[in-house]
């Protein structure tokens, strides 16, 4: 009963992991830049994600540009989308394997096989934790890269936005969502190792008068 529901538990941690994995995959302020300038009502707020550049102005208005060209875009944010992408879609299917294995779930068929389909679940959420996780490291690494540099001028320095701490936050859920599903499939397999189904052995004089007896019946 106590496995059954730490694997609830990380199929609750899974979920908000995938929610805000795709969250912070659509979100676009990857990086913001606060320029208020000599006056407070021509402030404006740049954003910058994978997908799209977006301009809060004081006023109330906000403008977005889709980032069409993939070519021209900085080799860490074609290798965040990739990343992200892959994330996604790994979460995805660890949850849909994961309600399969699950021990609380009807489906899956024997104890073997929902085992097996709870630790492969485990194994997506781990490698979508790891592509998550890369991807925002190094997207923070060359904003503070870029933010240290005095070469750079202040209005063209940003800082961490929303999505990246939405983006590190979800990774660590699905990691520790992984480590749970695979533990527990782990330690039932080796419980089952350790103690191996008992098998009764019979003694040689056992065995001799179980076939003398065997023999007398037939004559």
Partial sequence: MASASL??????????G?????TATLLPNWKVNADVGSNIITAITQMQGLWMDCTWYSTGMFSCTLKYSVLSLPIYIQAARTTMVLSCILSAFGICITTVGMKCTKLGGDTDSKSHACFAGGVCFILAGIFGLVPTSWYTREIISSFLDQTIPESSKHEPGGAVYTGFISAGFLLIAGVIFC?????KQQGAW???????HFSSTEQESNAGYNLKDYV
């Fill in 183 to 187: 533990t527990s499939c782990f330690k």
């Fill in 7 to 16: 694997q609830f538990f990380a199929f609750i941690l899974a979920l908000f």
């Fill in 18 to 22: 995938v929610f805000g994995d795709i």
């Fill in 194 to 200: 350790i103690y191996p189904p008992k098998q009764h």
